[in-house]
């Protein structure tokens, strides 16, 4: 499929939902690589000196998975609770790299920790943002059983953000599981219509309604290579867009 017309690039706001396994070398003991957050940061800088709106959101599955947790027997919602301090732990990495090179960031987090992390405040938020300020949104919604997935689709809808840019471990949706299928087709463009009828992978349920009821594009794309993060924040096609029709 085509890039399609209403393709909202090049876009002024948008929320980047990093994974917590993109933050750690592939191979390493490391849960963080700090010199995977410092390329990150780098591509990060570049885009908002060129005038982009970020927020960040970011997973903590390189420390914990609160489902893993759970299937294993501990109670669901504690495990929610541990995954989202590592999603903080995650974005004060963030936060510092950014900072070290000259981006003023804010950690926001949605469960009080008032020594390292500013409360989230919608307001404030938005404020910071259009001031040219990185918000990274830490602890997920403050929620058990809701995904970071859903925490970028909810924070997008409540900043007004153009676009969510999903970076992942893949280089786009494919009409079939590549690792399969050889004969698996990836997609430039696919319409969250045809993701449902297909059943498509795309986020989670809760983060794809939001995202489709009010109209909220997806570029899901590969973070892995140097220079992928700069093109999907700079607005250059990369990987799939999921739009409306």
Known sequence: MSQNTNDPRPFKRAILKLSGEALREPGSKDNISPEIVTRIAAEIKDAVDNG??????????????????????????????????????????????????????????????????????????????????????????????????TTAALRANEMGADIILKATQVDGVYSDDPRTNPDAVRFESVTFQHCLENRLSVMDSTAFSLCMDNDIPIVIFDLGPDGNLSKALNSQPIGTLVHCE
């Not at 960040?56 to 998975?65: A, D, L, Q, Y």
């Not at 541990?82 to 987090?109: K, P, R, W």
């Open 52 to 149: 982009l709106e970020l927020g960040i959101v970011v997973g903590g599955g390189n420390f914990w998975r609160g489902a893993s947790a759970s299937a294993r027997g501990m109670d669901r919602a504690t495990a929610d609770y541990v995954g989202m301090l590592a999603t903080v732990m995650n974005s004060l990495a963030i936060e510092g790299a950014l900072s070290h090179i000259g981006v003023t960031c804010t950690v926001m987090s949605a469960i009080e920790m008032k020594n390292v992390a500013e409360p989230f405040i919608r307001r404030k938020a938005d404020h910071q943002l259009s001031k040219g300020n990185v918000i990274i949104f830490g602890a997920g919604t403050g929620n058990p059983f809701f995904s970071t997935d």
